[in-house]
């Protein structure tokens, strides 16, 4: 006869998780080791330094700033060009390099007028390539004001006592 223990019979069973702690730290230790014995060598590269030289002068330039000034005044790179010089100027560096870029400037107080006239003759040179400078109008002493276009009224004289 067949007697039972009361002792109840448990299995084996084989548990994964620490087995899986032991694979990854023996990952991690290979790693470590494999990058230690590893030496980066790179390739020893020129770099170009800060002081570069200005372009050979027989090179056509490839970018110019034009600015407009509150008298209509038109400046190219902050040299002054008369107005009647403005269309030939334009055409010259247009047929000196087709693919000048041309950047458009207006000061505070320059008429629109003026600026979008500039910008017809740059189109009429033949110049596709054009941009705009904004920038938000300067803000001058603590009130935190802009000063009004035009003639300033005098400052009221001081009381005497």
Known sequence: MKMRSPIPHKRARIEIIPLIDIMFFLLASFMMVSLSQTHMKGIRVNLPSANTPPPPP???????SVRV????????????????????KLYQMHQANPDVK???????LAIHGD???????????????????IKAASVTGSTGTVPPPGP???????NKP
């Not at 090179?59 to 110019?64: A, E, F, H, I, T």
């Not at 790179?77 to 030939?88: C, F, G, I, T, W």
């Not at 600026?115 to 400078?133: E, F, H, M, P, W």
Request: hydrophobic letters at 35%; proline letters at 13%.
């Open 152 to 158: 300033v009224a005098p400052p009221p004289p001081p």
């Open 58 to 64: 027989d090179q056509p330039k490839d970018y110019v």
């Open 102 to 108: 041309v950047s458009i400037s207006g000061e505070t």
């Open 69 to 88: 000034t509150a008298g209509g005044l038109v400046y190219f790179d902050n040299a002054p060009v008369l107005d009647q010089d403005v269309l030939p």
């Open 115 to 133: 600026v979008i006239t500039l910008l017809d003759r740059v189109r009429s040179a033949g110049i596709q390539k054009i941009g705009y400078q």
